[in-house]
């Protein structure tokens, strides 16, 4: 496989992307890493669950992640979820490269009504998604992509079948925390109408929200070192 990388798209905690070329066609590719703040995540997950007074795993190593994130890629699909085509996959993953923006970018430069329209989308979908039984686990604003109005999910590397009910409220907790700053009524509102229309919504408790911004804070201070 001859790949041409274009720019660099991403450099995260977990991974690092690309836009590259391949075959004449524009492909998104994507490296595991496994590093300090690698562990350092696993680690602030399963205090989570400790917490919550259950112990779920989560995938660690970059061949196991991608492997995850290929079976779930395929499990959303088959449940008719948008997501991106994925190419090939070794010790990095090639899939197709969607046009659109971030659900983040998306929201952070709508107008109110039309982030009020994406966010009962989402709202919806992700309802749908903890009724079957998957969490996203990192179910970030950057997580997701927006195309001709559909929502496209990706970076499943860490999702689950057969999700806890804490897990479920994980993804709520790590969406609410990634809600662009000046958009969060707007936008949190109207995702609670749209997952009330499937099930029935959780009280986010304030000890683990604080907890989980505390934990966000620190890797966006890490992030800088």
């Known amino acids: ?15 690092v992307s690309y836009l590259a070329s391949l075959k004449n066609k524009k492909v998104f590719v994507k490296f595991y890493l496994f590093n300090f703040r690698t562990l350092l995540l696993f680690s602030v997950y399963m205090l989570f669950c400790l917490l919550n007074f259950k112990i779920s795993p989560i995938p660690i190593f970059p061949k196991d ?5 290929k079976k779930m890629n395929k499990r959303l699909e ?8 994925i190419i090939a996959s070794d010790s990095f993953l090639v899939r197709e490269w969607i046009e659109g923006e971030s ?16 966010a009962f989308k ?3 979908q992700l309802a749908s998604l903890h009724e079957k039984g998957i969490a996203l686990i990192d179910s ?3 997580n997701s992509l927006l195309s001709n109005n559909q929502i496209f999910y990706t970076d499943l590397e860490f999702s689950v079948s057969n999700a806890k009910e804490f897990q479920k409220y994980l993804d709520l907790l790590t969406l ?9 009524f707007e936008f949190w509102e109207s995702f609670v109408l749209g997952y009330k229309k499937v099930r029935e919504f959780p009280n986010l408790r304030k000890d683990l929200l604080g907890f989980c911004k505390l934990a966000y804070s620190l890797f966006r201070f890490i992030g800088f070192l």
């Open 103 to 118: 659900l983040y970018e998306a929201i952070k430069n709508s107008s109110s009504k039309r982030i009020r329209e994406i």
């Open 1 to 15: 496989m001859r790949l041409k990388i274009l720019k660099l798209v991403n450099y995260g905690w977990t991974n």
């Open 78 to 85: 088959r449940l008719g979820f948008k997501v991106p085509k």
């Open 176 to 184: 609410n925390m990634s809600i662009p700053k000046g958009k969060y």
């Open 65 to 69: 992640r991608i492997k995850n994130e």
């Open 122 to 124: 989402k709202g919806m």
């Open 140 to 142: 970030k604003t950057s």
